[in-house]
């Protein structure tokens, strides 16, 4: 059937126009040889339309005169950050065949709790990996503007099921020249205190094409340390450290010390982590903002760098089951807000991935 629906289209919506015309032919058992040229002339005029609708109703976009932004309304995770100056994707793409995400968010947790559940008075919660707005349906609220937008999340029946308090979560994009704002708002509606992590989960590109290799890239620091990394195995902390930077701003994705697992550093010095070719200044530069914990992830022969800003982290191997026992959230009391913000900057100088 797909075969029987290929035209050209000389636009740059062309594949997306093929895949809306598939699914109607197919939708109705109908090819191009059943369609007549009135009725494809109908088709084809309305499907730019069809197609633009679509995506405002699935995406949100803001720009200005350095960057454009793309964001799910699904799950708020963005899609795209493209530079008008440098002309390049920075944001990973979601090839399935590495990682079919892009910049998910994680709350209430940071990625899992032990046995993917905890307790509160004496009731069981079982938590989802990765938490409750990952994949949660947002709003765009009103006070929305071309370079900015801000999407709303709110506690469901079926949340309350598996996190017993209720909020309000809110996230606002913003771009202010070629850095784009990412500040969330936590609200505790309940009428007791509430438990909860926080964090984001950016993938940037760090293309394997053109002869290049996980050895032309570097993650780079906005400083030298000498630090251990924290081990996280199974989604958990294993109680356990390892050497990961003597006195150095920067390390290669293929250096033997960057491990399949995350690369995490608690209450992090380096408050700016970028990534970059290698002995170059870093194209983006994720700044921690409020965020005083980081995780690093780049799985070996993968062609991508995340880097995490955290409140809390992820679970310990150990950890107890009461929620308010754990030592990976952080706490809200009734009626408090907690606004917390980070923030991605891309350096127009050097060329982009």
């Keep these: 059937m ?18 809306l015309l598939c699914g109607f032919l197919s939708r109705y058992d109908l090819t191009m040889r059943k369609v007549s040229i ?6 084809l005029s309305v499907l730019p339309i069809f197609a633009l609708v679509c995506d405002g109703a699935g995406n949100a976009q803001i720009e ?21 100056i440098t002309n390049s994707e920075y944001l990973w793409q979601g090839d399935t065949e590495y990682w079919d995400r892009r910049a998910l968010v994680m709350f209430p947790v940071n990625v899992a709790f032990r046995d ?17 707005v990952e994949s949660g349906s947002f709003e765009k609220v009103a006070d929305s503007r071309p370079n900015s937008v801000v999407l709303e ?13 209720p909020f309000r979560f809110r996230i606002r994009y913003s771009l202010e020249g070629s850095t784009l704002n990412q500040e969330f708002w936590v609200e505790n509606k309940g009428k007791e205190r509430m438990y909860f992590a926080l964090g984001g989960h950016p993938g940037f590109r760090t293309p394997l094409e053109g002869g290049k290799g996980r050895g032309d890239y570097d993650i780079v620091f906005s400083e030298k340390m000498t630090v251990d990394r924290l081990v996280v195995a ?21 250096d033997p010390r960057v491990p399949n697992a995350g690369m995490f550093l608690k209450s992090a010095k380096s408050r700016q982590i970028g990534v970059g070719f290698k002995g170059q200044e870093p194209y983006l530069t994720l700044d921690l903002g409020d965020f005083p914990n980081v995780n690093m992830w780049t799985p070996e022969g993968m062609p991508f760098v995340c880097i995490e800003p955290m409140l809390g ?31 991605m900057t891309v350096n127009d100088g050097v060329p982009g991935p």
């Design 2 to 19: 797909l075969e029987s629906c290929r035209f050209s289209l000389k636009s740059e919506f062309k594949g997306r126009f093929e895949g």
């Design 38 to 43: 009135p009725l494809m002339s109908i088709i």
């Design 64 to 84: 200005n005169d350095s960057l454009s932004v793309s964001i799910s309304l699904q799950g708020a995770e963005l899609q795209s950050i493209r530079s008008k």
């Design 116 to 132: 993917w559940k905890f307790t509160h008075k004496g009731l069981t919660y079982e938590m989802p990996f990765l938490g409750l």
């Design 153 to 165: 999340f709110r506690n469901t029946a079926e949340t309350i099921e598996r996190f017993p308090f």
């Design 234 to 254: 199974d989604n958990l902390h294993q109680n356990k450290s390892l050497s990961y930077l003597k006195n150095e701003d920067r390390i290669s994705l293929n």
């Design 313 to 343: 982290h992820h679970d310990q191997i150990d950890a107890p089951y009461e929620i308010s026992e754990k030592e990976c959230v952080i706490s809200l009391g009734v009626g408090e807000t907690g606004r917390y913000r980070f923030s």
